[in-house]
């Protein structure tokens, strides 16, 4: 007798969101059903993984990842083609660290120039994202949309401090935004409906409920995000229906376990292959959860993910 495995039918459906234009252009979202529940209804989608760049080069990632963007991390162009050429990205995810007040300081015309360099010399969608200073951000982030107009990019991230001014300039240059909410299913819905209160189509909206790593309350991230994929699938309840995006390297590649040399901590194992792990599994949790982008640091973590959604889909 066969098996016939029991289903599940949903009344909510996950936005469809589009990043980027012509050939080039992604789509993300768009799902009926719990996260690689394909026979259960459709996923039209699969989830988006962004190689993470940055304005200046990463002093602060650990020598694992520097290494393998040795020769190119200095400049963002070079950086962004490396990605796209050698790795294969099928999107960019821009972090314009160096203009938080205080690193490296640099200016909204500095980061403009930036953007619109990265933006002529590929043709993936490009993920723009500030320093997380909420006030620099707004400055700089404005600036951005502006320059990337009618490119079709994801700007972020809107937070409660700031969603005002960024999701004014992402909706004047049609953009799609990342609305960041710190770990609360409410925080994350109530920023949601202020954004749409401002004319905003919550179908551009993409939802970082906030990342965390492996071992550093990834249960935690992972039932916020579940919640909120349940809310949008069971509920229908349209605020919760924005694809979710999880930046996951910069939560991963800062703590002891992806940087504790192996002579101290020699039971550990391998550094290199600890890390790369430590992402991957982080990642692929996350996507469990519901997660439809993700932002991620080293190649071969990515290449496990992708991997890993190929065999699940």
């Given amino acids: 007798m066969a098996f016939t495995p029991p289903k599940e039918s949903y009344s909510g459906k996950v936005f469809p969101v589009e990043a980027g234009t012509g050939d080039g ?18 996923i039209p989608n699969k989830p988006l993984v962004a190689y993470e760049i940055q304005d200046v080069p990463p002093a602060d990632w ?6 393998q963007y040795e020769g190119v991390s200095d400049d963002p162009v070079k950086w962004a083609k490396h990605c ?8 960019i995810a821009l972090r314009l660290v160096g203009t938080h007040p205080d690193g490296a300081n640099r200016s909204a015309d500095d980061a403009s120039k930036t953007v619109k360099d990265v933006l002529d010399a590929i043709n993936v969608p490009l993920i723009i994202m500030g320093s997380n200073h909420a006030e620099k951000d707004s400055e700089v982030l404005v600036k951005a949309s502006e320059t990337a107009k009618d490119k079709n990019c994801i700007i972020g991230k809107a937070q ?8 004014a300039a992402a909706m004047a240059n049609n953009h799609k935004l990342i609305a960041m909410s710190e770990l609360d299913i409410n925080l994350s819905k109530q920023l949601n409906i202020l954004i749409t209160q401002m004319g905003f189509d919550n179908a551009r909206i993409i939802t970082d409920p906030m990342s965390s790593a492996l071992g550093y309350g990834l249960e ?12 949008a699938l069971t509920q229908n309840d349209t605020t919760m229906q924005p694809p979710m995006m999880a930046d996951v390297g910069m939560y991963v590649w800062k703590i002891k376990e992806t940087q504790a040399p192996e002579s101290d901590l020699p039971d550990w194992g391998s550094l290199k292959e600890r890390g790369i792990a430590w992402e991957a599994v982080t990642a692929s949790s996350l996507l469990l959860a519901g997660a439809e982008l993700l932002v991620m640091r080293h190649p071969e973590a990515v290449k496990t993910v992708n991997s890993f959604v190929e065999e699940l889909s």
Avoid: W
Avoid at 27 to 35: A, M, R, T
Avoid at 160 to 167: D, F, G, L, R, S
């Fill in 25 to 42: 252009a992604v789509s993300l979202g768009g799902e009926n059903v719990l996260p690689f529940h394909a026979f259960e209804g459709e």
């Fill in 220 to 231: 935690y991230t992972y039932s916020v995000m579940e919640r909120i994929r349940l809310a």
């Fill in 160 to 167: 409660e401090a700031n969603y005002k001014t960024i999701a």
């Fill in 84 to 91: 796209i050429d050698e790795l294969g990205a099928k999107a």
């Fill in 62 to 67: 650990p020598d694992e990842v520097k290494s």
